[in-house]
Protein backbone atom coordinates (compact mmCIF):
# COMPACT_ATOMS: atom_id res chain seq x y z
CA UNK A 1 0.00 0.00 0.00
CA UNK A 2 2.86 2.27 0.81
CA UNK A 3 4.80 1.90 -2.14
CA UNK A 4 1.07 2.81 -3.80
CA UNK A 5 0.81 5.61 -2.23
CA UNK A 6 4.04 7.39 -2.54
CA UNK A 7 3.85 6.62 -6.58
CA UNK A 8 0.46 9.03 -6.62
CA UNK A 9 1.85 11.31 -4.53
CA UNK A 10 5.24 11.41 -7.42
CA UNK A 11 2.36 11.61 -10.07
CA UNK A 12 0.20 14.15 -8.81
CA UNK A 13 3.40 16.39 -8.65
CA UNK A 14 4.14 15.68 -11.80
CA UNK A 15 0.49 15.54 -12.97
CA UNK A 16 1.58 19.48 -14.19
CA UNK A 17 3.81 17.55 -16.89
CA UNK A 18 1.14 15.36 -18.41
CA UNK A 19 2.98 12.23 -17.13
CA UNK A 20 1.30 9.06 -16.68
CA UNK A 21 -2.23 8.91 -14.94
CA UNK A 22 -2.63 8.99 -11.30
CA UNK A 23 -2.24 4.89 -9.91
CA UNK A 24 -0.45 4.16 -13.30
CA UNK A 25 3.31 2.71 -12.88
CA UNK A 26 5.46 0.50 -14.91
CA UNK A 27 5.92 -2.93 -13.69
CA UNK A 28 8.42 -3.60 -10.82
CA UNK A 29 11.14 -6.30 -12.13
CA UNK A 30 10.80 -8.96 -9.56
CA UNK A 31 12.02 -12.36 -10.28
CA UNK A 32 8.34 -13.15 -10.57
CA UNK A 33 8.12 -10.53 -12.88
CA UNK A 34 11.42 -11.23 -15.11
CA UNK A 35 9.67 -14.70 -14.97
CA UNK A 36 6.80 -13.69 -16.88
CA UNK A 37 8.05 -11.36 -19.42
CA UNK A 38 10.56 -13.88 -20.47
CA UNK A 39 7.22 -16.31 -21.34
CA UNK A 40 5.63 -13.68 -23.01
CA UNK A 41 8.80 -12.54 -24.56
CA UNK A 42 9.22 -16.62 -26.10
CA UNK A 43 5.92 -16.78 -27.58
CA UNK A 44 5.81 -13.22 -29.13
CA UNK A 45 9.12 -14.78 -30.63
CA UNK A 46 7.57 -17.69 -31.80
CA UNK A 47 4.27 -16.02 -33.10
CA UNK A 48 6.61 -13.28 -34.85
CA UNK A 49 8.25 -16.38 -36.39
CA UNK A 50 5.69 -17.66 -37.65
CA UNK A 51 3.94 -14.58 -39.16
CA UNK A 52 7.34 -13.36 -40.63
CA UNK A 53 8.33 -16.77 -42.06
CA UNK A 54 5.04 -17.01 -43.89
CA UNK A 55 4.88 -13.42 -45.38
CA UNK A 56 8.69 -13.62 -46.45
CA UNK A 57 7.90 -16.90 -47.83
CA UNK A 58 4.50 -15.49 -49.89
CA UNK A 59 7.50 -12.77 -51.77
CA UNK A 60 10.05 -15.69 -52.15
CA UNK A 61 10.87 -16.64 -55.33
CA UNK A 62 13.51 -19.36 -54.34
CA UNK A 63 14.12 -19.89 -50.60
CA UNK A 64 16.28 -22.95 -49.69
CA UNK A 65 19.17 -22.88 -47.06
CA UNK A 66 19.50 -19.28 -46.59
CA UNK A 67 17.92 -16.82 -44.09
CA UNK A 68 16.79 -14.75 -46.35
CA UNK A 69 15.26 -15.58 -49.88
CA UNK A 70 17.71 -15.34 -52.76
CA UNK A 71 14.80 -13.32 -55.12
CA UNK A 72 11.61 -11.68 -54.12
CA UNK A 73 8.45 -11.50 -55.84
CA UNK A 74 4.77 -10.36 -55.80
CA UNK A 75 4.00 -13.11 -58.67
CA UNK A 76 2.53 -15.61 -55.77
CA UNK A 77 -0.42 -13.50 -54.91
CA UNK A 78 -1.40 -12.97 -58.52
CA UNK A 79 -1.02 -17.16 -59.02
CA UNK A 80 -2.89 -17.78 -56.27
CA UNK A 81 -5.64 -15.65 -56.71
CA UNK A 82 -6.33 -17.14 -60.27
CA UNK A 83 -5.57 -20.73 -59.23
CA UNK A 84 -7.85 -21.25 -56.37
CA UNK A 85 -10.44 -18.14 -57.79
CA UNK A 86 -10.29 -16.33 -54.44
CA UNK A 87 -13.04 -13.52 -55.62
CA UNK A 88 -15.19 -16.71 -55.80
CA UNK A 89 -13.90 -18.10 -52.15
CA UNK A 90 -13.63 -14.66 -50.93
CA UNK A 91 -17.01 -13.88 -51.64
CA UNK A 92 -18.42 -17.21 -50.20
CA UNK A 93 -16.12 -16.36 -46.93
CA UNK A 94 -18.07 -13.25 -46.48
CA UNK A 95 -21.40 -14.19 -47.45
CA UNK A 96 -21.69 -17.41 -45.03
CA UNK A 97 -20.11 -15.15 -41.88
CA UNK A 98 -22.57 -12.12 -42.59
CA UNK A 99 -25.31 -14.66 -42.85
CA UNK A 100 -24.29 -16.55 -39.73
CA UNK A 101 -24.01 -13.61 -37.65
CA UNK A 102 -27.81 -12.19 -38.50
CA UNK A 103 -29.62 -15.46 -38.38
CA UNK A 104 -27.84 -16.00 -35.04
CA UNK A 105 -28.58 -12.53 -33.34
CA UNK A 106 -32.04 -13.16 -34.95
CA UNK A 107 -32.83 -16.29 -33.58
CA UNK A 108 -30.73 -16.01 -30.30
CA UNK A 109 -31.36 -12.35 -29.28
CA UNK A 110 -35.01 -13.41 -28.16
CA UNK A 111 -34.53 -16.38 -26.34
CA UNK A 112 -31.55 -14.73 -24.50
CA UNK A 113 -34.24 -12.31 -23.59
CA UNK A 114 -36.87 -15.26 -22.55
CA UNK A 115 -33.90 -16.43 -20.41
CA UNK A 116 -32.99 -13.39 -18.75
CA UNK A 117 -36.42 -12.42 -17.67
CA UNK A 118 -38.38 -15.10 -17.06
CA UNK A 119 -38.52 -18.42 -14.91
CA UNK A 120 -40.31 -21.07 -16.12
CA UNK A 121 -40.60 -24.63 -15.70
CA UNK A 122 -37.72 -26.75 -17.62
CA UNK A 123 -35.55 -23.69 -18.05
CA UNK A 124 -32.16 -25.99 -16.79
CA UNK A 125 -33.44 -28.43 -20.44
CA UNK A 126 -33.50 -25.34 -21.98
CA UNK A 127 -29.98 -23.99 -20.75
CA UNK A 128 -28.67 -27.28 -21.16
CA UNK A 129 -29.52 -27.64 -24.78
CA UNK A 130 -27.73 -24.26 -25.48
CA UNK A 131 -24.84 -24.79 -23.34
CA UNK A 132 -24.26 -28.61 -25.28
CA UNK A 133 -22.79 -27.10 -28.28
CA UNK A 134 -20.31 -25.21 -26.80
CA UNK A 135 -18.90 -27.70 -24.87
CA UNK A 136 -18.88 -30.59 -27.52
CA UNK A 137 -16.22 -30.74 -29.88
CA UNK A 138 -17.31 -29.76 -33.42
CA UNK A 139 -16.47 -32.92 -35.07
CA UNK A 140 -18.68 -34.61 -32.57
CA UNK A 141 -21.81 -33.01 -33.58
CA UNK A 142 -20.34 -32.43 -37.01
CA UNK A 143 -20.31 -35.87 -38.53
CA UNK A 144 -23.84 -36.82 -37.98
CA UNK A 145 -25.47 -33.75 -38.75
CA UNK A 146 -22.62 -33.75 -42.25
CA UNK A 147 -24.29 -36.99 -42.66
CA UNK A 148 -28.17 -35.57 -42.32
CA UNK A 149 -27.13 -32.52 -44.85
CA UNK A 150 -26.04 -35.03 -47.75
CA UNK A 151 -29.18 -37.20 -47.13
CA UNK A 152 -31.44 -34.09 -47.72
CA UNK A 153 -29.30 -32.96 -50.52
CA UNK A 154 -27.81 -30.08 -49.13
CA UNK A 155 -24.29 -31.31 -49.11
CA UNK A 156 -21.47 -29.06 -50.56
CA UNK A 157 -23.87 -26.05 -50.93
CA UNK A 158 -23.75 -22.80 -49.23
CA UNK A 159 -26.77 -23.20 -47.32
CA UNK A 160 -25.48 -26.32 -45.50
CA UNK A 161 -22.09 -24.00 -44.57
CA UNK A 162 -24.02 -21.38 -43.04
CA UNK A 163 -26.30 -24.23 -41.40
CA UNK A 164 -23.38 -25.99 -39.82
CA UNK A 165 -21.83 -22.77 -38.48
CA UNK A 166 -25.06 -21.57 -37.21
CA UNK A 167 -24.66 -24.82 -34.69
CA UNK A 168 -22.50 -23.49 -32.22
CA UNK A 169 -23.50 -19.41 -33.09
CA UNK A 170 -26.54 -19.36 -31.80
CA UNK A 171 -25.61 -20.80 -28.48
CA UNK A 172 -22.72 -18.47 -28.25
CA UNK A 173 -25.08 -15.43 -29.22
CA UNK A 174 -27.22 -16.32 -26.56
CA UNK A 175 -25.10 -17.42 -23.98
CA UNK A 176 -23.23 -14.04 -24.39
CA UNK A 177 -26.38 -11.90 -24.54
CA UNK A 178 -28.31 -13.08 -21.70
CA UNK A 179 -26.32 -11.27 -18.68
CA UNK A 180 -26.57 -8.41 -21.17
CA UNK A 181 -29.82 -8.43 -21.10
CA UNK A 182 -30.36 -9.17 -17.31
CA UNK A 183 -28.30 -6.02 -16.44
CA UNK A 184 -30.80 -3.59 -18.00
CA UNK A 185 -33.30 -2.48 -15.35
CA UNK A 186 -36.76 -4.12 -16.36
CA UNK A 187 -38.60 -1.41 -14.78
CA UNK A 188 -37.67 0.46 -17.74
CA UNK A 189 -39.90 -2.28 -19.85
CA UNK A 190 -42.65 -2.34 -17.51
CA UNK A 191 -43.15 1.22 -17.61
CA UNK A 192 -42.88 1.05 -21.75
CA UNK A 193 -45.76 -1.60 -21.59
CA UNK A 194 -47.68 0.57 -18.82
CA UNK A 195 -47.41 3.12 -21.15
CA UNK A 196 -49.49 1.19 -23.54
CA UNK A 197 -45.89 -0.41 -25.50
CA UNK A 198 -46.75 -3.78 -27.54
CA UNK A 199 -43.65 -6.70 -26.84
CA UNK A 200 -42.48 -5.32 -30.27
CA UNK A 201 -42.30 -1.98 -29.38
CA UNK A 202 -40.99 -3.33 -26.60
CA UNK A 203 -38.30 -4.47 -28.10
CA UNK A 204 -37.15 -1.90 -31.26
CA UNK A 205 -37.69 1.28 -28.97
CA UNK A 206 -36.47 0.36 -25.51
CA UNK A 207 -34.20 -2.86 -25.96
CA UNK A 208 -32.46 -2.61 -28.86
CA UNK A 209 -30.75 0.48 -28.41
CA UNK A 210 -29.73 -0.44 -25.28
CA UNK A 211 -28.80 -3.54 -26.33
CA UNK A 212 -26.82 -2.37 -29.31
CA UNK A 213 -23.02 -2.54 -27.59
CA UNK A 214 -24.39 -6.17 -26.70
CA UNK A 215 -25.09 -7.18 -30.26
CA UNK A 216 -22.10 -5.35 -31.65
CA UNK A 217 -20.07 -7.47 -29.88
CA UNK A 218 -21.61 -11.29 -29.67
CA UNK A 219 -21.92 -10.69 -33.81
CA UNK A 220 -17.93 -9.57 -34.22
CA UNK A 221 -17.21 -12.44 -32.21
CA UNK A 222 -19.36 -14.18 -33.98
CA UNK A 223 -18.09 -12.93 -37.36
CA UNK A 224 -14.45 -14.18 -36.35
CA UNK A 225 -15.12 -17.42 -35.23
CA UNK A 226 -17.33 -18.39 -38.75
CA UNK A 227 -14.38 -16.90 -40.67
CA UNK A 228 -12.04 -18.99 -39.07
CA UNK A 229 -14.57 -21.85 -38.30
CA UNK A 230 -12.55 -25.08 -39.99
CA UNK A 231 -13.94 -28.40 -38.65
CA UNK A 232 -17.35 -28.06 -39.34
CA UNK A 233 -16.92 -26.07 -42.58
CA UNK A 234 -15.31 -28.50 -43.94
CA UNK A 235 -17.45 -31.36 -43.57
CA UNK A 236 -20.24 -29.96 -45.74
CA UNK A 237 -18.39 -27.64 -47.88
CA UNK A 238 -17.27 -28.83 -51.51
CA UNK A 239 -15.74 -26.41 -54.23
CA UNK A 240 -18.09 -23.98 -54.77
CA UNK A 241 -18.89 -23.51 -51.02
CA UNK A 242 -15.27 -23.57 -49.36
CA UNK A 243 -14.71 -20.62 -46.92
CA UNK A 244 -11.27 -19.54 -47.02
CA UNK A 245 -9.61 -21.64 -44.27
CA UNK A 246 -10.77 -25.06 -46.25
CA UNK A 247 -9.59 -23.78 -49.68
CA UNK A 248 -6.03 -23.50 -47.76
CA UNK A 249 -6.62 -26.58 -45.82
CA UNK A 250 -7.41 -28.31 -49.45
CA UNK A 251 -4.37 -26.91 -51.35
CA UNK A 252 -1.72 -27.51 -48.34
CA UNK A 253 -3.42 -31.86 -48.30
CA UNK A 254 -4.18 -31.84 -52.01
CA UNK A 255 -2.98 -35.28 -54.09
CA UNK A 256 0.19 -35.34 -55.57
CA UNK A 257 2.39 -33.37 -52.57
CA UNK A 258 0.31 -29.91 -52.50
CA UNK A 259 0.44 -26.91 -54.47
CA UNK A 260 3.63 -24.79 -53.89
CA UNK A 261 4.19 -23.67 -50.51
CA UNK A 262 4.75 -20.08 -51.59
CA UNK A 263 0.77 -19.99 -52.93
CA UNK A 264 -0.58 -21.30 -49.64
CA UNK A 265 1.54 -18.69 -47.69
CA UNK A 266 0.52 -15.98 -50.10
CA UNK A 267 -3.67 -17.05 -49.50
CA UNK A 268 -2.50 -17.53 -45.65
CA UNK A 269 -1.37 -13.85 -45.92
CA UNK A 270 -4.27 -12.47 -47.41
CA UNK A 271 -6.22 -14.62 -44.80
CA UNK A 272 -4.50 -13.15 -41.68
CA UNK A 273 -5.38 -9.88 -43.61
CA UNK A 274 -8.62 -10.45 -43.56
CA UNK A 275 -8.95 -11.55 -39.86
CA UNK A 276 -7.01 -8.67 -38.48
CA UNK A 277 -9.11 -6.26 -40.40
CA UNK A 278 -11.83 -7.60 -38.89
CA UNK A 279 -10.60 -7.86 -34.92
CA UNK A 280 -9.28 -4.23 -35.70
CA UNK A 281 -12.64 -3.06 -35.84
CA UNK A 282 -14.16 -5.32 -33.19
CA UNK A 283 -11.43 -4.30 -30.74
CA UNK A 284 -12.86 -0.83 -31.68
CA UNK A 285 -15.64 -1.80 -29.77
CA UNK A 286 -14.91 -4.25 -27.24
CA UNK A 287 -12.25 -4.43 -24.75
CA UNK A 288 -11.55 -8.24 -24.74
CA UNK A 289 -11.10 -9.01 -21.48
CA UNK A 290 -13.78 -8.00 -19.92
CA UNK A 291 -16.48 -8.99 -22.34
CA UNK A 292 -16.19 -12.94 -20.83
CA UNK A 293 -16.68 -12.52 -17.45
CA UNK A 294 -20.33 -11.09 -18.20
CA UNK A 295 -20.86 -15.09 -19.29
CA UNK A 296 -19.71 -16.37 -15.98
CA UNK A 297 -22.96 -15.57 -14.16
CA UNK A 298 -24.85 -17.59 -16.20
CA UNK A 299 -22.32 -20.31 -16.56
CA UNK A 300 -23.43 -22.20 -13.33
CA UNK A 301 -26.54 -22.10 -12.04
CA UNK B 1 -43.29 -14.57 -5.31
CA UNK B 2 -44.23 -18.00 -4.47
CA UNK B 3 -44.94 -19.68 -7.86
CA UNK B 4 -47.21 -22.23 -6.05
CA UNK B 5 -50.33 -20.73 -6.24
CA UNK B 6 -53.17 -21.26 -3.99
CA UNK B 7 -55.51 -22.27 -6.59
CA UNK B 8 -58.77 -22.79 -4.41
CA UNK B 9 -58.72 -19.07 -3.70
CA UNK B 10 -57.67 -17.71 -6.91
CA UNK B 11 -60.49 -15.83 -9.30
CA UNK B 12 -57.74 -15.66 -11.76
CA UNK B 13 -57.96 -17.41 -15.44
CA UNK B 14 -56.21 -20.26 -16.38
CA UNK B 15 -53.73 -17.64 -18.38
CA UNK B 16 -53.42 -15.74 -15.09
CA UNK B 17 -52.35 -18.55 -13.05
CA UNK B 18 -49.96 -20.04 -15.79
CA UNK B 19 -48.20 -16.72 -15.96
CA UNK B 20 -47.63 -17.18 -12.27
CA UNK B 21 -45.48 -19.96 -13.16
CA UNK B 22 -43.86 -17.81 -15.49
CA UNK B 23 -45.72 -19.82 -18.68
CA UNK B 24 -46.83 -16.71 -20.70
CA UNK B 25 -46.96 -15.84 -24.48
CA UNK B 26 -43.03 -14.76 -24.38
CA UNK B 27 -42.10 -17.92 -24.36
CA UNK B 28 -43.06 -18.06 -27.82
CA UNK B 29 -39.79 -16.01 -28.26
CA UNK B 30 -37.74 -19.17 -27.54
CA UNK B 31 -39.53 -21.13 -29.96
CA UNK B 32 -37.11 -20.01 -32.82
CA UNK B 33 -33.57 -21.44 -30.58
CA UNK B 34 -35.33 -24.33 -29.71
CA UNK B 35 -36.54 -25.08 -33.39
CA UNK B 36 -33.25 -25.18 -34.58
CA UNK B 37 -31.57 -26.73 -31.74
CA UNK B 38 -33.70 -29.69 -32.00
CA UNK B 39 -33.77 -29.37 -35.44
CA UNK B 40 -29.55 -29.03 -35.92
CA UNK B 41 -28.81 -30.48 -33.30
CA UNK B 42 -30.84 -33.18 -31.12
CA UNK B 43 -32.23 -34.26 -34.36
CA UNK B 44 -28.50 -34.86 -36.01
CA UNK B 45 -27.41 -36.31 -32.92
CA UNK B 46 -30.43 -38.73 -32.85
CA UNK B 47 -29.45 -39.70 -36.53
CA UNK B 48 -25.75 -40.45 -35.96
CA UNK B 49 -27.20 -42.82 -32.93
CA UNK B 50 -28.95 -44.25 -34.92
CA UNK B 51 -26.78 -44.95 -37.50
CA UNK B 52 -24.12 -46.33 -34.76
CA UNK B 53 -26.95 -49.52 -34.38
CA UNK B 54 -26.54 -50.12 -38.29
CA UNK B 55 -23.22 -51.30 -38.86
CA UNK B 56 -21.89 -51.93 -42.26
CA UNK B 57 -21.78 -55.98 -43.15
CA UNK B 58 -17.84 -55.69 -43.30
CA UNK B 59 -17.65 -54.58 -39.52
CA UNK B 60 -19.85 -56.95 -38.31
CA UNK B 61 -18.12 -59.69 -40.36
CA UNK B 62 -14.75 -59.06 -38.71
CA UNK B 63 -15.55 -58.11 -35.45
CA UNK B 64 -18.98 -59.92 -34.79
CA UNK B 65 -21.79 -58.51 -32.46
CA UNK B 66 -24.57 -58.12 -34.52
CA UNK B 67 -25.61 -54.46 -34.12
CA UNK B 68 -23.17 -53.43 -32.06
CA UNK B 69 -20.32 -54.53 -34.40
CA UNK B 70 -18.99 -50.79 -34.68
CA UNK B 71 -18.81 -50.57 -30.87
CA UNK B 72 -16.81 -53.69 -30.50
CA UNK B 73 -14.87 -52.53 -33.29
CA UNK B 74 -14.20 -49.00 -31.32
CA UNK B 75 -13.11 -50.67 -28.27
CA UNK B 76 -11.41 -53.95 -29.81
CA UNK B 77 -9.60 -52.44 -32.65
CA UNK B 78 -6.29 -51.06 -31.50
CA UNK B 79 -5.84 -49.26 -34.12
CA UNK B 80 -9.28 -46.61 -33.41
CA UNK B 81 -9.37 -47.39 -29.24
CA UNK B 82 -5.70 -45.88 -28.84
CA UNK B 83 -5.93 -42.96 -30.36
CA UNK B 84 -8.12 -42.18 -26.97
CA UNK B 85 -5.04 -42.21 -25.54
CA UNK B 86 -3.15 -40.49 -28.19
CA UNK B 87 -6.01 -37.78 -27.92
CA UNK B 88 -5.50 -37.80 -24.36
CA UNK B 89 -1.86 -37.63 -24.32
CA UNK B 90 -1.98 -34.42 -26.79
CA UNK B 91 -4.92 -32.28 -25.25
CA UNK B 92 -4.57 -32.65 -21.60
CA UNK B 93 -1.04 -31.63 -21.48
CA UNK B 94 -1.62 -28.68 -23.98
CA UNK B 95 -4.96 -27.72 -21.77
CA UNK B 96 -2.99 -27.98 -18.70
CA UNK B 97 0.35 -26.01 -19.85
CA UNK B 98 -2.07 -22.91 -21.60
CA UNK B 99 -4.18 -22.29 -18.12
CA UNK B 100 -0.85 -23.07 -15.80
CA UNK B 101 0.49 -20.51 -18.08
CA UNK B 102 -1.84 -18.43 -18.35
CA UNK B 103 -2.46 -17.36 -14.67
CA UNK B 104 1.12 -15.67 -13.50
CA UNK B 105 0.93 -13.61 -16.78
CA UNK B 106 -3.07 -12.72 -15.88
CA UNK B 107 -1.40 -12.00 -12.40
CA UNK B 108 1.27 -9.91 -13.91
CA UNK B 109 -0.61 -7.68 -16.29
CA UNK B 110 -3.97 -7.38 -13.85
CA UNK B 111 -1.36 -3.87 -12.82
CA UNK B 112 -1.87 -0.76 -14.36
CA UNK B 113 1.23 0.27 -16.78
CA UNK B 114 2.02 1.98 -19.81
CA UNK B 115 1.22 0.04 -22.93
CA UNK B 116 -1.11 -2.66 -21.47
CA UNK B 117 -3.88 -2.23 -23.81
CA UNK B 118 -1.06 -3.13 -26.99
CA UNK B 119 0.50 -6.11 -24.55
CA UNK B 120 -3.24 -7.45 -24.26
CA UNK B 121 -4.18 -7.13 -27.92
CA UNK B 122 -0.77 -8.69 -29.10
CA UNK B 123 -1.90 -11.45 -26.96
CA UNK B 124 -4.84 -11.85 -27.95
CA UNK B 125 -4.15 -11.18 -31.37
CA UNK B 126 -2.91 -15.06 -32.51
CA UNK B 127 -6.88 -15.85 -32.23
CA UNK B 128 -7.29 -14.58 -35.67
CA UNK B 129 -3.87 -16.86 -37.52
CA UNK B 130 -6.48 -20.02 -37.51
CA UNK B 131 -4.91 -23.08 -37.37
CA UNK B 132 -4.01 -23.88 -40.53
CA UNK B 133 -2.22 -20.59 -41.25
CA UNK B 134 -0.36 -21.45 -37.74
CA UNK B 135 0.55 -25.02 -39.40
CA UNK B 136 2.18 -23.14 -42.96
CA UNK B 137 3.84 -20.76 -40.20
CA UNK B 138 5.10 -23.62 -38.43
CA UNK B 139 6.62 -25.73 -40.95
CA UNK B 140 8.25 -22.94 -42.39
CA UNK B 141 9.41 -20.97 -39.07
CA UNK B 142 10.52 -24.07 -37.05
CA UNK B 143 11.29 -27.19 -39.84
CA UNK B 144 14.73 -27.94 -40.32
CA UNK B 145 16.10 -25.51 -42.49
CA UNK B 146 13.79 -23.36 -40.47
CA UNK B 147 14.89 -19.89 -38.81
CA UNK B 148 14.56 -21.28 -35.33
CA UNK B 149 16.68 -24.10 -36.31
CA UNK B 150 19.54 -22.27 -38.06
CA UNK B 151 19.44 -19.97 -35.29
CA UNK B 152 20.08 -22.31 -32.58
CA UNK B 153 23.07 -23.80 -34.66
CA UNK B 154 24.68 -20.86 -35.53
CA UNK B 155 24.45 -20.27 -31.49
CA UNK B 156 26.18 -23.35 -31.04
CA UNK B 157 23.42 -24.93 -29.13
CA UNK B 158 22.96 -27.96 -31.25
CA UNK B 159 24.72 -29.24 -33.95
CA UNK B 160 22.10 -31.06 -35.83
CA UNK B 161 18.26 -29.65 -36.60
CA UNK B 162 16.15 -30.53 -34.06
CA UNK B 163 12.97 -32.14 -35.35
CA UNK B 164 10.14 -29.67 -34.33
CA UNK B 165 7.44 -30.00 -36.98
CA UNK B 166 5.54 -33.03 -38.46
CA UNK B 167 5.60 -35.40 -34.98
CA UNK B 168 4.18 -34.56 -31.54
CA UNK B 169 5.85 -31.56 -30.79
CA UNK B 170 4.46 -29.67 -33.75
CA UNK B 171 0.79 -29.98 -32.72
CA UNK B 172 2.13 -29.30 -28.82
CA UNK B 173 3.07 -25.64 -30.21
CA UNK B 174 0.11 -25.39 -32.86
CA UNK B 175 -2.21 -25.72 -29.45
CA UNK B 176 -0.45 -23.52 -27.27
CA UNK B 177 -0.24 -20.81 -30.16
CA UNK B 178 -3.88 -20.97 -30.62
CA UNK B 179 -5.24 -22.04 -27.34
CA UNK B 180 -2.92 -19.79 -24.96
CA UNK B 181 -4.36 -16.42 -25.88
CA UNK B 182 -7.84 -17.63 -25.37
CA UNK B 183 -6.78 -19.34 -22.15
CA UNK B 184 -5.46 -15.77 -21.10
CA UNK B 185 -8.45 -14.14 -21.98
CA UNK B 186 -10.83 -16.19 -20.16
CA UNK B 187 -8.78 -16.07 -17.20
CA UNK B 188 -7.68 -12.36 -17.25
CA UNK B 189 -11.29 -12.14 -17.44
CA UNK B 190 -12.25 -13.68 -14.19
CA UNK B 191 -9.68 -12.46 -12.20
CA UNK B 192 -10.68 -9.20 -13.27
CA UNK B 193 -14.16 -10.20 -11.29
CA UNK B 194 -12.63 -10.93 -8.04
CA UNK B 195 -12.94 -7.36 -5.96
CA UNK B 196 -9.24 -6.06 -5.45
CA UNK B 197 -10.14 -5.26 -1.81
CA UNK B 198 -10.73 -8.36 -0.48
CA UNK B 199 -7.09 -8.93 -0.92
CA UNK B 200 -5.62 -6.28 0.07
CA UNK B 201 -7.73 -7.14 3.24
CA UNK B 202 -5.54 -9.84 3.86
CA UNK B 203 -2.46 -7.43 2.88
CA UNK B 204 -3.22 -5.56 5.96
CA UNK B 205 -3.83 -8.48 7.90
CA UNK B 206 -0.22 -9.51 7.22
CA UNK B 207 -0.83 -11.81 4.66
CA UNK B 208 2.13 -12.83 2.26
CA UNK B 209 1.64 -13.05 -1.64
CA UNK B 210 1.77 -16.78 -1.40
CA UNK B 211 -1.01 -17.04 1.52
CA UNK B 212 -2.86 -14.51 0.06
CA UNK B 213 -2.65 -16.59 -3.94
CA UNK B 214 -3.85 -19.59 -1.72
CA UNK B 215 -6.15 -18.83 0.43
CA UNK B 216 -7.46 -16.25 -1.48
CA UNK B 217 -7.34 -15.47 -4.89
CA UNK B 218 -7.25 -19.44 -5.97
CA UNK B 219 -10.50 -20.43 -4.07
CA UNK B 220 -12.43 -17.28 -5.77
CA UNK B 221 -10.63 -17.90 -9.42
CA UNK B 222 -11.35 -21.27 -8.77
CA UNK B 223 -14.37 -21.92 -10.55
CA UNK B 224 -12.82 -19.81 -13.47
CA UNK B 225 -10.38 -22.21 -13.63
CA UNK B 226 -12.18 -25.22 -14.25
CA UNK B 227 -14.12 -22.95 -16.65
CA UNK B 228 -11.00 -22.28 -18.74
CA UNK B 229 -9.38 -25.53 -18.44
CA UNK B 230 -12.55 -27.31 -19.75
CA UNK B 231 -13.08 -24.86 -22.62
CA UNK B 232 -9.32 -24.88 -23.73
CA UNK B 233 -9.24 -28.54 -23.26
CA UNK B 234 -12.64 -28.86 -25.76
CA UNK B 235 -10.78 -26.79 -28.16
CA UNK B 236 -7.11 -29.26 -27.94
CA UNK B 237 -9.34 -32.40 -27.75
CA UNK B 238 -10.89 -31.27 -31.09
CA UNK B 239 -7.57 -31.06 -32.93
CA UNK B 240 -7.87 -32.02 -36.71
CA UNK B 241 -6.16 -29.71 -39.07
CA UNK B 242 -2.75 -29.21 -36.70
CA UNK B 243 -3.06 -32.98 -36.18
CA UNK B 244 -2.84 -33.63 -40.21
CA UNK B 245 -0.53 -30.62 -41.05
CA UNK B 246 2.63 -30.35 -38.50
CA UNK B 247 1.73 -33.98 -36.99
CA UNK B 248 2.72 -37.10 -37.64
CA UNK B 249 -1.45 -37.96 -38.67
CA UNK B 250 -0.09 -41.82 -38.83
CA UNK B 251 1.47 -42.31 -35.30
CA UNK B 252 2.09 -40.21 -32.65
CA UNK B 253 -0.65 -37.67 -33.19
CA UNK B 254 -3.37 -39.70 -34.81
CA UNK B 255 -6.20 -38.26 -32.67
CA UNK B 256 -9.91 -39.37 -32.28
CA UNK B 257 -11.30 -36.12 -34.83
CA UNK B 258 -8.91 -37.44 -37.39
CA UNK B 259 -10.05 -40.78 -37.21
CA UNK B 260 -13.85 -39.99 -37.61
CA UNK B 261 -12.88 -37.71 -40.35
CA UNK B 262 -11.24 -40.84 -41.73
CA UNK B 263 -14.40 -42.98 -41.51
CA UNK B 264 -16.67 -40.19 -42.91
CA UNK B 265 -15.19 -38.70 -45.86
CA UNK B 266 -12.75 -41.55 -47.31
CA UNK B 267 -14.13 -44.71 -45.84
CA UNK B 268 -17.28 -43.53 -46.47
CA UNK B 269 -18.16 -45.37 -43.53
CA UNK B 270 -20.93 -43.26 -42.11
CA UNK B 271 -22.05 -45.50 -39.19
CA UNK B 272 -17.93 -45.86 -37.87
CA UNK B 273 -17.82 -42.01 -37.93
CA UNK B 274 -20.84 -41.68 -36.22
CA UNK B 275 -19.41 -44.09 -34.03
CA UNK B 276 -16.61 -42.37 -33.54
CA UNK B 277 -17.48 -39.40 -33.23
CA UNK B 278 -19.91 -40.10 -30.52
CA UNK B 279 -17.78 -41.88 -28.33
CA UNK B 280 -15.36 -38.97 -28.53
CA UNK B 281 -17.92 -36.83 -27.05
CA UNK B 282 -18.47 -38.92 -24.78
CA UNK B 283 -14.94 -39.38 -23.86
CA UNK B 284 -14.64 -35.93 -23.63
CA UNK B 285 -17.28 -34.83 -21.86
CA UNK B 286 -16.48 -37.67 -18.90
CA UNK B 287 -13.54 -35.58 -18.43
CA UNK B 288 -15.53 -32.01 -18.77
CA UNK B 289 -17.56 -33.83 -15.50
CA UNK B 290 -14.69 -34.71 -13.78
CA UNK B 291 -13.50 -31.56 -13.23
CA UNK B 292 -16.36 -29.91 -12.71
CA UNK B 293 -17.21 -32.68 -9.78
CA UNK B 294 -13.64 -31.88 -8.67
CA UNK B 295 -14.30 -28.06 -8.51
CA UNK B 296 -17.34 -28.60 -6.50
CA UNK B 297 -14.86 -30.17 -4.17
CA UNK B 298 -12.33 -27.39 -3.95
CA UNK B 299 -15.19 -24.44 -2.88
CA UNK B 300 -18.65 -23.87 -2.69
CA UNK B 301 -19.40 -20.45 -2.03
CA UNK B 302 -20.19 -17.18 -4.06
CA UNK B 303 -17.73 -16.37 -6.57
CA UNK B 304 -17.58 -13.18 -5.08
CA UNK B 305 -16.32 -10.08 -6.16
CA UNK B 306 -18.93 -9.30 -8.69
CA UNK B 307 -22.37 -8.63 -6.89
Redesign the interface.
Known sequence: MAVATSTEVVDLRNRGRGSRPPGERSLVASPGTWFVWAGIAVFFVFLAGIVVSVLVDSFAKQWFTTWLPEEWTVGWYAQAWDRFDLTHVIGVTLLVAFSVVALSVLIGLPASYVLARTRFPGKQLVLLLFLLPILIPPITYGIPLATVMYNFGLGRTILAVVLVNLVPSVPFVIITMTPFIEQINPSIESAARMSGARTVQVFTRILAPLLVPGILAAGILVLVRTVGMFELTFLVSGPQSDTLVVAIYRAMTSAGGGEARQLISSMGVVYTAMMLVILVIALRFINPTQLVARVKDTGDD | MS?VATPARSSAGLRHRLAE???????W??A???V??VA??????A???G?TVQPLPATVEKFGGGIFANYLAFFRDPFVFDTVWITMRLALPAALFNVA?SI??A??LR????GKRT????????????????????L???GR????N?FLIDVGLIDEPLQLVNNYLGVF?SLV?SG?PFAY??I???L??IDPSIE?AA??LGAGWFQRFRRITLPLLA??LA?TF?LTF?LA??V??SA??VGDPSDETRV??LM??RA??EQLD?SM??T???L??AV??AV?AIVFLGRSFLYRGS?GG?G
Open positions: TRGISGRLLLPAVFALFIYPFYGFLVPIFKARFRLQTLLVLPITLGTVLTAQGLIFAQGWLRFIFLLSSYSGAKTPGTVVFSFPRLLAAYFAYASIAIMGELVTK
